[in-house]
T-cell receptor, first 112, second 115 residues
Framework: QQQVKQSPQSLIVQKGGISIINCAYE??????FPWYQQFPGKGPALLIA?????SEKKEGRFTISFNKSAKQFSLHIMDSQPGDSATYFC???????????FGKGTRLSVIA | ETGVTQTPRHLVMGMTNKKSLKCEQH?????MYWYKQSAKKPLELMFV???????ENNSVPSRFSPECPNSSHLFLHLHTLQPEDSALYLC??????????????FGEGSRLTVL
């Protein structure tokens, strides 16, 4: 119930391509879905987050798509750049009530 | 100093040693967290402190002992660790409305190796 399943484990994308990372959850009480980005040697940092009242949120080249009925959400990175190479973690929580539950992470490599 | 600062960045210790990890946040937050990050595993929440009070202990072995003397400082005292405790230990803080209310601000972590 508390798990967040993230795929793929690693991803290689050509520069300019679209990177897609998927997450699925079981706990229907979850109502906050952030994505964190971690560069080597650094701590994770919030990239973008969504609440279930909307099905999509876009910030620049980064978009979260949310499917409440399927209990899935995904991160799309448009026009992927080498500087986007990092590990991406999805997470979920009951906002204000439970700690974030993280996925295992996806290591993204964007190659020129 | 800005953000969340962790020291030391790297630590090597034997199984019989006693050491401590330190975390300091300069963001005015009142909730602080310890997470364990191991390869190919989800970030594991260890402890949560909200307004200096421990509100979460996620079944962490007693060889890990947290201390939160004030809202800006958090320690993780380590003793008689096992090699499987080798990992990156991340400290985080969040906004003063309380824990779990949004963005976590992480430090860069302390890389621990237990021999």
């Amino acid at each position: 119930q508390q798990q967040v399943k993230q795929s793929p484990q690693s991803l290689i994308v050509q520069k300019g391509g679209i990177s897609i990372i998927n997450c699925a959850y079981e706990n229907t009480a979850f109502d906050y879905f952030p994505w964190y980005q971690q560069f080597p040697g650094k701590g994770p940092a919030l990239l973008i987050a969504i609440r279930p009242d909307v099905s999509e949120k876009k910030e620049g080249r980064f978009t979260i798509s949310f499917n409440k009925s399927a209990k899935q959400f995904s991160l799309h990175i448009m026009d992927s750049q080498p500087g986007d190479s990092a590990t991406y973690f999805c997470a979920a929580s009951v906002f204000g009530n439970t700690p974030l539950v993280f996925g295992k992470g996806t290591r993204l490599s964007v190659i020129a | 100093e800005t953000g969340v600062t962790q020291t030391p960045r790297h630590l090597v210790m034997g199984m019989t040693n006693k050491k401590s990890l330190k975390c300091e946040q300069h963001l005015g937050h009142n909730a602080m967290y310890w997470y364990k990050q191991s390869a190919k595993k989800p970030l594991e929440l260890m402890f949560v402190y909200n307004f200096k009070e421990q509100t979460e202990n996620n079944s962490v072995p007693s060889r890990f002992s947290p201390e939160c003397p004030n809202s800006s400082h958090l320690f993780l005292h380590l003793h008689t660790l096992q090699p499987e405790d080798s990992a990156l230990y991340l400290c985080a803080s969040s906004q003063e409305r309380g824990a779990y209310t949004g963005e976590l601000f992480f430090g860069e972590g302390s890389r621990l190796t237990v021999l």
